[in-house]
C-alpha cells in the first residue's frame, strides 16, 4: 500500500475510529469525518463501558422468541418493540425471528465471540505500540444467575466461549459472594454467577479521542468535524463524498462507519444494510456504601453495572422501531427503579446526574457487517450493544478485506 491511496471513513465513533486506525497503519491517506465537534459522541459515549469479550450472546434467541407475546403486549419494560407497518422494520423484524432458533442463536453467538477474541487480541497489540490513557481496569465481570434457565443459557455460553479460548467460571451463590461481597445485597434468589475474570472496563469516549490524537500526530490522519455527509458518488476515478456543506472530496476507498445511519449512505448505492436503530439508556450515579468492584451483568433486568471509582454507571434497556433519541423520563425512572430493585446500595439512586439516551446499530443475527458493498466503499456498522467490545476486532477485519480487494 503506498500513500498516494486515499480513504475518507464516515462516522467518528468508535467504529469508525478504530477503521481510521487500522487504514492508516496500513499505509492509506486518512480522513475521518464526524458530524459531531468531537469523536465519540454519539452510542461510544454513552455505552456501559464494558469490554465485555466474554458476554457475546446474541440477541435474536428462543428464549426471546418465548418471551414475544409479552413484549407485544408491552409487560417488559426493559425490552420494548413499537410495531409499525414500516416495510424496513417488518423486514428486519422477520430476519430477527428466523434467527431466534437455537441452531442459529449458538452460530450467530459463536460468530461473535470469535471476533470478541480477535479484538481482544488487537487492542493488546494497539496498546503495546501506543499505550491510551481511557481508565483501563481489568475489573472482571460477573453475570448474575436467577433462574434455572439462565443457569443453562450460562452452562452454553461457557461452552462456547471455551471453543475461543476465553476463560469462564460458574460459581455457586456462597461463591460468588466471596469473590463479590457487593452481591449480598441482591433481592432475587441468585442460583449462581458466571464469572469471566478477564473482562475489562475503559471510558469509551476516552479512548476514542487518545487514539485520534494518535492518528493525527503518528500518521497525519485529517479529522474534520462538525461536517455532515450527504452522499457517496462512485466514479470510474474514485468515490466522490458529498457534504452537506456544498462541498465534495474525491478518496480511492469510503468507509461507511456511521452506526444505524449507515443506510442514509448505503441505501441509495442500492445496497441495504440489515441494521436497525435500538434506543438505550444510561445513568450515573455516586457510587453507594456497597458498590461491586467487578462490572454485573443482570440479564433479567436487562442491566449492567460499571464501577467507575467514586461513581457507578447503569447501562441497559432496548427499545425497537419509530422513536427518537429524547431521554424520556418514563424508561430512565424505570431503569433506575431496576437497578435499585437489582442492587439497592450499589449507587445513590436519589441522586442521578447524568442520564443519556441514544442509538444502538443492531442486525438481525448480532453480528456486525464488515464487509465491501460496492468497488471502493466498505461499510463497518451493525454492532448493537457491543461496539466498545468488538471496536478493533472489526477493524482489523476491515483492513484485511479492503488489503484483498486492492
Not at 467504529?15 to 497503519?25: D, F
Not at 491517506?29 to 459522541?41: D, F, K, S
Not at 462507519?257 to 455516586?286: E, H, T
Not at 443492531?362 to 471496536?391: D, Y
Request: include cysteine.
Amino acid at each position: 500500500m503506498t500513500s498516494e491511496k486515499s480513504a475518507i471513513v464516515v462516522g467518528g465513533g468508535i467504529i469508525g475510529v478504530t477503521s481510521a486506525y487500522t487504514l492508516a497503519r496500513d499505509g492509506w491517506r486518512v480522513t475521518l469525518i464526524e458530524r459531531n465537534h468531537a469523536v465519540g459522541l454519539g452510542a461510544s459515549f454513552g455505552n456501559g463501558r464494558q469490554l465485555s469479550y466474554s458476554h457475546t450472546s446474541a440477541l435474536a434467541s428462543p428464549t426471546l422468541l418465548a418471551h414475544l407475546p409479552q413484549l407485544v403486549l408491552g409487560h417488559d419494560e426493559a425490552l420494548r418493540v413499537n410495531f409499525s407497518f414500516d416495510a424496513q422494520l417488518l423486514g428486519w423484524t422477520a430476519r430477527f425471528l428466523a434467527n431466534c432458533t437455537t441452531r442459529a442463536h449458538r452460530r450467530n453467538t459463536r460468530a461473535v465471540s470469535m471476533l470478541a477474541v480477535r479484538s481482544r487480541e488487537a487492542m493488546a497489540r494497539l496498546l503495546a505500540k501506543h499505550p491510551l490513557d481511557f481508565d483501563r481496569r481489568r475489573s472482571g465481570k460477573m453475570v448474575l444467575l436467577h433462574s434455572g434457565n439462565d443457569l443453562r443459557a450460562a452452562r452454553q455460553m461457557q461452552a462456547i466461549n471455551a471453543v475461543s479460548g476465553i476463560e469462564q467460571r460458574l460459581l455457586e451463590p456462597e461463591e460468588a459472594i466471596r469473590e463479590e461481597p457487593a452481591l449480598a445485597q441482591c433481592t432475587d434468589q441468585l442460583v449462581g454467577a458466571l464469572y469471566s475474570p478477564g473482562d475489562e472496563t475503559g471510558n469509551c469516549q476516552a479512548f476514542a479521542a487518545a487514539l485520534l490524537r494518535v492518528l493525527k500526530e503518528k500518521f497525519d490522519v485529517s479529522f474534520r468535524h462538525g461536517e455532515e455527509v450527504d452522499g457517496v458518488t462512485p466514479s470510474s476515478s474514485g468515490e466522490v463524498v458529498k457534504l452537506a456543506s456544498g462541498g465534495e472530496m474525491s478518496t480511492d476507498l469510503v468507509v461507511i462507519a456511521n452506526g444505524d445511519r449507515a443506510n442514509d449512505l448505503a441505501a441509495p448505492l442500492g445496497v441495504r444494510c440489515p441494521i436497525q436503530p435500538m434506543k438505550g439508556y444510561s445513568f450515573i450515579a455516586p457510587a453507594g456504601p456497597e458498590a461491586p468492584r467487578r462490572s454485573i451483568t443482570d440479564p433479567t433486568r436487562r442491566i449492567v453495572f460499571t464501577n467507575l471509582g467514586d461513581e457507578m454507571l447503569v447501562a441497559g434497556n432496548a427499545e425497537l422501531g419509530p422513536t427518537d433519541c429524547a431521554i424520556e423520563a418514563g424508561p430512565l425512572q424505570s431503569m433506575i427503579a431496576a437497578a435499585r430493585s437489582a442492587l439497592p446500595m450499589a449507587a445513590d439512586y436519589a441522586k442521578v446526574h447524568s442520564g443519556w439516551a441514544g442509538y444502538r446499530p443492531l442486525t438481525p443475527n448480532s453480528q456486525p457487517i464488515t464487509r465491501m458493498v460496492k468497488p471502493g466503499i466498505a461499510v463497518n456498522a451493525g454492532h448493537g450493544m457491543l461496539g466498545w467490545t468488538l471496536a478493533m476486532g472489526s477493524a482489523e477485519r476491515l483492513a484485511e478485506i479492503v488489503r484483498k480487494a486492492a
